[in-house]
């Protein structure tokens, strides 16, 4: 069920979607859920490198996403770039809970816009990737990896995510760090989506909205320092 | 080429006597017992003769130069180790030792870096980190194994950090590898000096202590300020004092001024330099360009600078001839560290050393006064050593493995002879393998992850980019990230933490390198500044700001309850007085059996000053605690702030308490939960962390030009290693060591318990102010590294702050420059 508290609807490039604090959009008209740097296997990336982080998170992100789909009855699922943190490997652990959610959403379809990590050889066909070469066109939109990056396609609204924006907000007894969709003029960008990725402090300036996701709440936050 | 006879005592004398020099007693015992091949502590202040005592101890051993490797020389600045190499050099060619000493940092070349490995010479001069990458290559395990000593210089310094506790791992080694090796430390005066001694020479040795010359008599003397009403009561830059302190160096040849941070030598050389145009004065601290700041050791040595703005980056290692007066500015910090500097004056060991102090903010008048009075008693600092750091073991285990000769057994007796790891448990070490065999707990492996691996008996790294990159990060010094200063036309000006560029806009003007500069911009982490006029800012550099050391903080309460009693009252604390007496008029005096707590309200909300007097370290454990428990009573959102008298707490508000409410929060029931649970609701175990991440291969730094996409790919910060640990692998000792060294190390458990037992039985004054007091004004203007503990949901906090912005940007208008840092900002 999807708990109205989560979300946030708003209109962008004069398109009603809706924001989920599950870091993801949901574009009603296109009954497609979009999201952006999953960063999937990233954990065990790290740990082929010999760094010790445990792994769990990239389990728990395709639960998320299973849930989110279910929420909103969504019936295609649109990744703004970086699925995977880097190329994969055959035969991870985590291919398994891949597998099994790609078994769940079979009816699914799965379109991913190619981000910087992203490698399309070594992905299993059996997990059905339309790939999809930024910019892609669906108006109003534009879909991108990087929205702030020049594109060939100059009319429509970019989404994109890559930045992983966050906001610090500070006040005389209080600082939170909180990660926000950053919605431009002409150009919008997501939240990482994955468990297991930091955030880069945004400028906002006059003209934008800043929504952030202050735990399991959607807030419009302060857009320009002072 | 020199006769490779061995140099006698005879000839050592005659080289003195040429020199005019004359051999101390303590010399002599030094290479007796060297001779005899005992291990030692040679305590001594800087320029007393240290480095020959321990330096002709070993040539008087030498054999010529077809030895091997005879004598390793550590120490702790790799900026100073040419000099130091070149010093040995010059003894070892004047006595006819025939040895050559090379040097071996993270600056030496490749092609002495491949001579070394082929052949060493007969002393190397290094450093901890640099002494750790050498001990992980097999070839050159059988060079080690004719070394007669290992010379650690400046082992106060070292000592008490995990510098010093890989240090100590070095030394297990390279003492299992040469069972004879004598390890000899130099160092400066320190509290504990025979548990320093007893640490440097491992747990089944013993140590001789030899005492250098006796320390100078010390006058310690302080600048008044004209009118104490008019004295700033917080601030750090203490620039009102610019016409005494310009009076002071007029009356002397040479002076070094010595600050605390760098932020106030910026702004000191600029003072300085404006009053005093047509002097030659040098500015030198740690973020300064190499060679500028040799530019200004040289100026000290030939006497060319007739003053020199510093920080404790001329603390150490730096010799050069003492000057007429040294000039500390702002509060004192320890006893040792006064010592020390005041020793940089006075010409003949013996001599009387002076140091002219000059306050920044009222309440160092009476640090000054203490410092006094503990030197007079002797009341010098200690240094704690660290023990059991798991994080430090972990490398260490990595770079033996990269040698592929030891066994996890070996490996474990050999540390078990350090003081740092003498009786580890079972379980922490079968922790450690496991953390870099299998990643966590052997219950709970991490999948795919493989670093160490153990076959035949021995442990090996097999992957050759895991055991470059692991060489690439070995030692255990964190720094924040740096940013390159330049201007636009090549010359390289030093260095800035990228934090405080980030906050600069192209055009803003700041201090730097004794110039003001613009920002012009910032590329490949390079900011580029160009020459400026007008209004600048300085940078507010990271870490600068040090604590009260606890010896000090004890007698400044002992002084402050002393008041006015005492006849024989010290200049500063008379000074003091009218100070004292606003605070008596407009609440009160902390003194001995009375804990005093100010409460006031304003526009920021409810604030409660609360001072043990306990020094800093309790008062972070005390008011983490305090604002831990008043959150478990109701949600809030508290944050607090410390220093070494007392603590704020600071909420939206704060309940109406009377004394005996107040001293159930203070009670000591179920601290042993409390405590730890206050220590990651604020964080601090979090922030602890970074350092542990970083040493134990969790995170790395940026290497310029050697990191590549598969680098990039493994970067994260350490904040979220931990979440991701915490939420995946909560049994990690990692995350839990951060919790034990900020319980330990940052809030001195015991003395904090103690203080809880003893504010029990004390009078608790409740006091209302409606105006910050003496006491509570530097809580208020200095609120450094302020932590919160929260039992709010996130959304209830971002929606106060929200409130907390609009009510301020109302209000706009009024706020002046001076509350410019206290208003809210959202600032992305």
Not at chain 1, 13 to 35: F, K, N, Q
């Amino acid at each position: 069920m999807l708990d109205p508290t989560q979300t946030l609807d708003v209109a962008l490039a004069g398109e009603s979607v809706r924001l989920d604090a599950r870091r993801a959009l949901y574009w009603p008209r296109r009954r497609t859920l979009i999201v952006a740097d999953v960063h999937l296997g990233k954990d065990s990336v790290f740990r082929r490198a010999g760094v010790a982080v445990p792994s769990g998170s990239t389990g728990d992100d395709l639960a998320r996403l299973a849930a989110l789909l279910l929420d909103h009855g969504a019936e295609r699922l649109l990744v703004l770039g970086d699925l995977f943190h880097a190329r994969l490997v055959a035969d991870e652990p985590w291919f398994a809970d891949m597998d099994r959610f790609r078994r769940q959403h079979a009816s699914l379809r799965i379109d991913v816009v190619r981000g910087n990590h992203d490698r399309i050889d070594g992905v299993p066909a059996a997990w059905q990737l339309n790939w999809r070469e930024e910019p892609a066109d669906e108006p109003p939109f534009v879909l991108m990896h990087d929205a702030t990056a020049p594109r060939s396609i100059t009319t429509g609204y970019a989404l994109g995510g890559h930045l992983h924006p966050v906001l610090n907000l500070t006040s005389t007894r209080d600082r939170l760090r909180l990660p926000v969709f950053w919605l431009r003029q002409d150009h919008a960008v997501l939240p990482s989506f994955g468990g297991f990725t930091g955030g880069h402090p945004i400028e906002a300036v006059d003209g934008d909205r800043v929504i952030g996701i202050a735990g399991d709440r959607l807030m419009a936050l302060p857009n320009r320092r002072r | 080429m020199h006769t490779l006879a061995m140099p006698t005592i005879a000839d050592v004398e005659t080289w003195y006597a040429a020199r005019n020099w004359r051999v101390f007693e303590f010399q002599r015992q030094c290479w007796a017992a060297y001779a005899a091949g005992q291990s030692g502590l040679i305590h001594a202040p800087t320029g007393a003769g240290k480095t020959l005592a321990a330096w002709i101890a070993a040539l008087l051993q030498s054999r010529g130069a077809d030895e091997p490797l005879r004598v390793l020389w550590i120490t702790p600045m790799r900026a100073l180790a040419a000099d130091t190499a070149a010093g040995l050099q010059q003894a070892s060619d004047a006595l006819g030792a025939g040895w050559s000493v090379e040097l071996r940092t993270g600056d030496t070349g490749s092609a002495a870096r491949a001579r070394q490995r082929r052949q060493m010479p007969q002393a190397l001069v290094t450093t901890p980190e640099s002494l750790s990458l050498l001990l992980s290559y097999a070839d050159l395990i059988p060079q080690f194994t004719g070394l007669h000593a290992v010379i650690i210089d400046e082992w106060h310094e070292l000592l008490g950090s995990k510098r010093g506790v890989q240090t100590e791992l070095c030394l297990s080694r390279l003492r299992a590898l040469a069972p004879s090796l004598r390890t000899w430390g130099l160092s400066a005066t320190l509290g504990n000096l025979e548990q320093a001694a007893r640490v440097l020479v491992g747990v089944d040795r013993t140590a001789q202590i030899v005492a250098g010359v006796s320390p100078k008599h010390t006058v310690i003397e302080t600048l008044l300020p004209p009118a104490i009403q008019r004295f700033p009561w917080a601030g750090h830059l203490g620039l009102p004092q610019l016409p005494q302190v310009i009076e002071a160096l007029n009356a002397a040849c040479s002076s070094l001024v010595f600050t605390n941070t760098r932020a106030q030598a910026e702004r000191w050389f600029d003072a300085i330099g404006a009053a005093l145009p047509d002097w030659p004065i040098g500015l030198h601290h740690g973020s300064l360009d190499a060679g500028m700041r040799r530019d200004v050791e040289a100026g000290i040595k030939t006497g060319a600078l007739r003053a020199v703005v510093a920080t404790s980056s001329l603390d150490l290692g730096v010799d050069f001839t003492p000057v007429d007066q040294v000039i500390q500015i702002g509060g004192p910090k320890g006893v040792a560290r006064l010592l020390q500097r005041a020793g940089r004056s006075g010409h003949q060991p013996g001599q009387t050393s002076r140091i002219v102090c000059v306050p920044t903010m009222a309440l160092e008048l009476a640090e000054f006064a203490a410092a006094r009075r503990a030197a007079g008693a002797g009341l010098i600092e200690a240094r704690t050593p660290l023990r059991h750091c798991l994080d430090v073991l972990a490398q260490h285990v990595v770079t033996l493995a990269l040698t592929s000769s030891l066994s996890a057994d070996q490996l474990r007796a050999e540390i078990n002879g350090t003081h740092a790891y003498h009786g580890l448990g079972d379980a922490e070490w079968a922790w450690v393998l496991d953390f870099v065999m299998r990643g966590g707990s052997a219950l709970a492996a991490y999948p795919q992850y493989r670093k160490v691996v153990e076959r035949d008996g021995l442990l090996h790294v097999d992957d050759a980019t895991l055991a470059r990159r692991h060489r690439m990060a070995v030692g255990t010094i964190v720094s924040d990230s740096m940013m390159r200063v330049s201007y636009q036309r090549g010359a390289s000006l030093g260095s800035v933490e990228e934090s405080f560029v980030a906050r600069l806009k192209p055009g803003d003007g700041f201090f730097f390198a004794g110039r003001r500069v613009a920002l012009v911009r910032v590329r490949d982490m390079v900011a580029y500044v160009k020459p400026a006029t007008g209004s600048s800012v300085i940078p507010r550099w990271m870490g600068g700001r040090m604590p009260l050391s606890s010896e000090l903080a004890g007698v400044v309460r002992e002084l402050l309850a002393e008041g006015d009693h005492t006849d024989a009252a010290s200049p500063e604390l008379t000074a003091l007085q009218p100070l004292l007496s606003v605070q008596r008029r407009w609440s009160a005096l902390p003194e001995p059996g009375l804990l005093l707590v100010e409460r006031m309200r304003s526009r920021e909300g409810h604030h409660w000053f609360v001072y043990p007097m306990a020094g800093r370290h309790v008062h972070e454990g005390l008011s983490a605690l305090l604002a831990y428990r008043l959150a478990q009573r109701a949600p809030l959102t508290c944050s607090f702030s410390v220093n070494d008298y007392g603590f704020e707490l600071l909420a939206r508000t704060l309940p109406d308490l009377d004394a005996d409410g107040l001293r159930a929060l203070l009670s000591t029931d179920r601290l042993e939960h409390d405590l730890p649970a206050s220590i990651n609701a604020s964080e601090m175990a979090k922030r602890r962390f970074r350092e542990i991440a970083r040493i134990a291969g969790l995170v790395f730094d940026g290497y310029p030009g050697s990191g590549g996409k598969t680098v990039k790919q493994i970067q994260a910060s350490s904040g979220l290693i931990y979440d991701v640990l915490a939420r995946y692998d909560p049994d990690n000792r990692l995350t839990a060591q951060a919790l034990r060294e900020a319980l330990e190390q940052q809030l001195d458990y015991q003395r904090l318990r103690d203080s809880l037992q003893q504010m029990q039985s004390e009078q608790i004054r409740l006091i209302d102010v409606d105006r910050l007091t003496p006491l509570g004004f530097p809580l208020w203007a200095d609120r450094l590294n302020q932590h919160r503990v929260s039992s709010e949901g996130v959304s209830e906090r971002v929606a106060r702050m929200l409130e907390e912005l609009e009510a301020a940007a109302q209000s706009e208008p009024a706020a002046t420059s001076t509350t410019r840092r206290r208003r809210v900002s959202s600032r992305a």
